[in-house]
């Protein structure tokens, strides 16, 4: 499995901006895709944004559209979730994840390797 690590969580109000970093380690093959998830009390986890690491192609859920962006260093050993204008509904608990294939890259199933989490919370 691959190795991950978040940080960046913290606590904002509505409309500010925070980064959230996860460091990936591990075979190159275990983390052809990382993606970032979150989850709070009572829900599922849901699949926020994911990047193909050789082909560098972003994938975002309706959600977040237009207000978060995923990125990765040139490395692809860190990858980076920047979430501006948040609301209170982006608060939980965010996780980064990485797997071997791109397929289905905001599905849970589609993930082998998890970080531990950061906390995002959003006041209004």
């Known amino acids: 499995q691959a190795q991950l690590i978040e940080s960046g969580g913290g606590s904002v109000q509505a409309g500010g901006s925070l980064r959230l970093t996860c460091r990936v380690a591990g075979y190159r093959y275990l983390r052809n895709c990382v993606g970032w998830f979150r989850q709070s009390p009572g829900k599922e986890r849901e699949g926020v944004a994911a990047?193909?690491?050789?082909?560098?192609?972003?994938f975002y859920a309706d959600s977040v559209k237009g207000r978060f962006t995923i990125s990765q260093d040139n490395t692809k050993d860190w990858v980076y979730l920047q979430m501006n204008s948040l609301i209170p509904e982006d608060t939980a608990m965010y996780y980064c994840?990485?797997?071997?294939?791109?397929?289905?890259?905001?599905?849970?199933?589609?993930?082998?390797?998890w970080g531990q989490g950061t906390q995002v919370t959003v006041s209004s």
């Open positions: 990047i193909g690491a050789r082909t560098n192609t972003p």
């Open positions: 994840a990485a797997s071997n294939d791109c397929l289905a890259p905001l599905q849970e199933s589609t993930y082998q390797s």
